[in-house]
DNA sequence: ATGATAATACCGACTAGTTGGTATGTTGTA
DNA sequence: TACAACATACCAACTAGTCGGTATTATCAT
């Protein structure tokens, strides 16, 4: 019935873990996260976990390349990346951010921002699967910020690359913050404040469209 | 020689496993610091770890309270606080903590923002004093940020409360990213970025035609 | 088509070790 | 003797991971 043509297989428990992971670690951290929560939340059994991942740590690589995924292709369907003016794209991926921040913090807070912190002396591999999608994700900032700085004949201090990981230091900061108070309001007012700061390096007062309602 | 004369006895395995716990936390994460790891590193058993703390997460948040602390004696007692203009006090302030960025990630890193984000749904006691710990600490920056800017008769846009925020989720973001990569440079990167914010912020002489309110 | 063969996907009881926590001491001091 | 400050032995629940087994599907010669 149901049935792809180019996979052969459906491995329906593999992907099904891998959303529960995204899910239950965002809310409870990677160690206090069982095998047994995700089989659970999953509607799995044990035997399917093992039998897709080596071992609990084989899953957290797994789901951190699963959030890249997820979070590379939302970003690049999103229509930030319309505007001819690359400064007004950078702004605009900053709009996108504070969009995104809706409902509870584990909806809006990062996969792999969350994790990193438990693992980040203790398993190596993950770490380092972490350290790939964060910094992966602030590459795709790079050369819009290179661009505009181009186009207006300045030069950003530090470099571009140093501004597109401050941006992403500020949005996991921002997370820390909100799940310390549980308001969301302070990840939007510190994007605010990035705004601000990247709106004065560019020198750039005017506003494109109708954004910052 | 020093006998606090309330207590009939100083109770060495308290002091003992507080310090533990912001040395093990902060590397492995709360979770996974067990209570066994914490009697091991500070050299006491089973027994004196209950005598002292009804439960782990006891301990935790007298850790959160104990790091306040600490944390409010090495602030209190830095040079920052020695400039006329309250704007050198802030700058001396973001200056100081990229001096503290030094050796491993464990050593420079915040022992309530790791903590937070393992516990803040399931340990709300836990969450809360690391709130405290954090925003306490953000408030102490409130006062300077406040005078500069009657000084120099400009609004802060967002409130001098919110900048003193921002500055947190700078510096804990870049932990995120410090663990995530081990390179201790990107904190110093993200504090050299908001240093040059807050000096635009406070050099503009016009009020920013605006977005906030 | 059909049946044999093999590979994959999945099940759930089981285990060896770990977990936070307790019960019952012992020791030093006032 | 009274009490705080520990220490030791222990436990029930939980942990990641194993293992023998089954159901479904793919491959392929007939």
């Known amino acids: ?23 239950l670690i965002r809310t409870k951290g990677y160690t206090a996260t069982t095998v047994d929560d995700l089989c659970k939340d999953a509607g799995v059994t044990k035997g399917a976990f093992f039998h897709h991942f080596r071992s609990k740590d084989d899953l957290a690589v797994a789901s951190a390349r699963h959030w890249s995924q997820i979070t590379s292709a939302l970003f690049a369907a999103a229509p930030y990346h319309l505007p001819q ?18 409902g509870e913090v584990a909806e809006y807070t990062c996969h792999v921002g969350t994790m990193v912190q438990d693992v980040h002396l203790s398993a190596p591999e993950i770490r380092d699967a972490c350290h790939d999608s964060i910094f992966g994700h602030a590459q795709t900032l790079e050369a819009d910020m290179e661009a ?27 997370f820390v913050l ?26 750039s007062p005017h506003v494109e469209g109708g954004d910052m309602s």
């Open 1 to 23: 019935m149901t049935q792809t043509p180019l996979s052969p297989r459906k491995p329906d428990a593999r992907e099904k873990l891998l959303a529960s992971a995204l899910r």
């Open 178 to 203: 909100a799940k310390a108070s549980g308001d969301a309001e302070i990840v939007r007012d510190s994007i605010d404040h990035l705004i601000r700061y990247i709106r004065q390096i560019y020198q």
């Open 148 to 174: 505009a700085a181009n186009d207006r004949g300045i030069t950003l201090p530090g470099g571009a690359a140093s501004l597109a990981l401050h941006t992403q230091a500020v949005l996991q900061g921002a």
């Open 85 to 102: 003016d690359p400064l007004d794209r950078v702004l605009g991926y900053l709009d996108f951010r504070k969009d995104l921040v809706r």
